[in-house]
């Protein structure tokens, strides 16, 4: 099973993408509140497949600080950013999810980058409400 760090600084936001991450790509989330936390447990384990996060989480650019910890450690771990590309480099294993954020996306971009194939369950699933709500108060 992979296994995947979600930093979001909103608990509601980051329980429904995690369960919805588990649930159809089948990765184990390991959540985080913020860039300092992740780099905190990247200094301690790095074997994750995939980080997803904010643009800007408590402030602060979140993607840039985990990126320029990486390159520093030379750790290589593919990033899904939440919200528009502003001025970062062009990384490919670098991915923007522009808002709104909608879970099926996120779902599918996810699936893609660890080579997971969607369940037809998600194919086929009508999304709640509260999974559209999120999308549009959080992203």
């Given at each position: 099973?992979?296994?995947?760090?979600?930093?979001?600084?909103?608990?509601?936001?980051?329980?429904?993408?995690?369960?919805?991450?588990?649930?159809?790509?089948?990765?184990?989330?390991?959540?985080?509140?913020?860039?300092?936390?992740?780099?905190?447990?990247?200094?301690?384990?790095?074997?994750?497949?995939?980080?997803?996060?904010?643009?800007?989480?408590?402030?602060?650019?979140?993607?840039?600080?985990?990126?320029?910890?990486?390159?520093?450690?030379?750790?290589?771990?593919p990033m899904i950013?939440?919200?528009?590309?502003?001025?970062?480099?062009?990384?490919?294993?670098?991915?923007y999810l522009a808002?709104?954020?909608?879970?099926?996306?996120?779902?599918?971009?996810?699936?893609?980058?660890?080579?997971?194939?969607?369940?037809?369950?998600?194919?086929?699933?009508?999304?709640?409400?509260?999974?559209?709500?999120?999308?549009?108060?959080?992203?």
């Amino acid at each position: 099973m992979s296994k995947t760090i979600l930093i979001d600084d909103v608990e509601a936001t980051r329980s429904a993408y995690a369960l919805n991450l588990t649930t159809y790509v089948g990765t184990e989330i390991v959540d985080r509140k913020g860039p300092r936390d992740t780099i905190d447990l990247l200094e301690v384990l790095s074997d994750f497949d995939l980080i997803i996060t904010r643009q800007t989480v408590r402030g602060k650019n979140a993607p840039k600080l985990i990126l320029d910890y990486l390159k520093t450690k030379n750790i290589s771990i593919p990033m899904i950013v939440l919200g528009q590309q502003e001025g970062a480099e062009n990384t490919p294993h670098i991915h923007y999810l522009a808002p709104p954020i909608q879970v099926k996306d996120l779902i599918e971009l996810a699936s893609k980058v660890l080579g997971v194939v969607v369940t037809e369950i998600m194919e086929k699933r009508s999304w709640p409400n509260i999974f559209l709500f999120l999308s549009i108060i959080f992203s």
